[in-house]
């Protein structure tokens, strides 16, 4: 059985043109690819329940899967990176159905915070935050079983939101297979914020949450633009397991003339030999993520982004895991062409930084 399947993927790698139109009978990116056989797996999650401003983002992971066919695939720097092997499983249902239910739920509540809690409908919102907190630890809990069976296969896995609450079972799967590792956050925000608007897996305190892993050693955020005296606080008093690389702080290195590549060895500097990333499309200028939920002026450009990912690998560090959120399709499919090629990239290079593909620009 084993040679059986062997012999169909070197079939496949013989047989695909990676030159060739994207098949939308295809995989993702057009690739021939399917989960089993794959050595990467991207897994979607269309959850977006406690979204506190634009919705939008569950439809993410089917955009980038349809705008994935317009990405050519080839790459300098990895010229053959298609023939690794990237898939992405079908999205759950089940998950989607749940998200739109409790996302009506969620919705009507945050409206009635936003009118000052007017007593006579306090009845009516009462369990609303404990609920949805319910659901969101079983989302933990399915996704923690669902990353690990595929790590423990011996694949990489890329989880695709929906909004950025989603990875954090992909986190505790993590956790339990490393002894310690780091998180490099490329965001607009902190998302520190403990239980936001009583939800205790909203996707604004996903970073408060994996902190409470004790392996997790470090946080590293970059591109922070928005965020509460609180969570300024917060990273003040970690004693330095929580460094943030401020979009003010990359701002006025730009104006003083310093290199984007000094200012990467700054930022992996404080990262330990195992890193997570994890990113939000929104840590990016608002122009290549108009459609996300909460854009803020400033961000990193796309290939700003791609050269710290390049240089966290080159540095000899592993990425352990990734994730890519809150692409929301928005007006516009420019939202989708976005993330999709990022995707790509963040992939890839998770795959370098594992051994399973060659960069052959870094041994030039």
């Keep these: ?10 079939h496949k790698l013989a047989s695909f043109d990676p030159n060739a139109l994207g098949d939308s009978q295809g995989g993702v990116y057009g690739l021939p690819f399917t989960v089993e056989e794959a050595q990467v797996v991207i897994v979607p999650v269309p959850w977006e329940v406690t979204v506190s401003y634009r919705a939008g983002t569950a439809e993410g992971p089917d955009a980038i899967r349809e705008a994935s066919l317009q990405v050519d695939l080839y790459d300098p720097d990895m010229p053959d990176a298609w023939r690794m092997g990237l ?14 239910q409790l996302r009506k739920q969620a919705a009507a509540y945050i409206k009635w915070l936003e009118a000052g809690e007017p007593a006579a409908e306090a009845a009516t919102h009462a369990d609303v935050p404990a609920a949805i907190t319910k659901q969101g630890l079983s989302l933990l809990n399915y996704l923690k079983q669902k990353t690990g069976a595929y790590l423990d296969a011996g694949k990489g896995v890329v989880l695709l939101g929906g909004d950025h609450s989603t990875p954090l079972g992909y986190l505790h799967a993590l956790a339990e297979r490393h002894e310690e590792f780091g998180i490099l956050q490329i965001d607009a925000h902190c998302d520190l914020r403990p239980a936001y608007e009583g939800f205790e897996y909203s996707h604004a305190s996903i970073m408060y949450n994996a902190l409470k892993l004790p392996q997790v050693k470090k946080l590293v955020q970059v591109g922070i633009r928005d965020l509460s005296q609180q969570e300024a606080e917060t990273v003040e008093q970690s004693q330095g397991r929580i460094v943030m690389f401020h979009n003010r702080f990359l701002s006025d290195e730009r104006f003083a003339k310093k290199s984007w590549k000094k200012v990467c060895g700054k930022i992996i500097a404080q990262l330990p030999a195992k890193v997570y990333l994890s990113f939000d499309i929104d840590g990016l200028d608002p122009k290549l993520c108009p459609g996300t ?3 803020v002026p400033g961000g990193l450009e796309f290939e700003e982004a791609l050269y710290l990912i ?5 540095s000899g560090r ?3 895991g990734c994730d890519l959120n809150e692409v929301a399709p928005g007006d516009t499919e420019w939202n989708a062409i976005v993330g999709a090629r990022l995707l790509y990239s963040m992939a890839n290079w998770m795959g370098v930084s594992q051994g399973r593909l060659t960069d052959r620009t870094a041994e030039k």
């Design 293 to 295: 939920g909460t854009p």
């Design 318 to 320: 592993t990425i352990i």
């Design 1 to 10: 059985m084993a040679s059986s399947k062997s012999s169909a993927l070197d």
């Design 310 to 314: 390049r240089e966290v690998v080159r």
């Design 87 to 100: 898939a992405m499983e079908d999205a759950d249902e089940k998950v989607a159905q749940q998200s739109q």
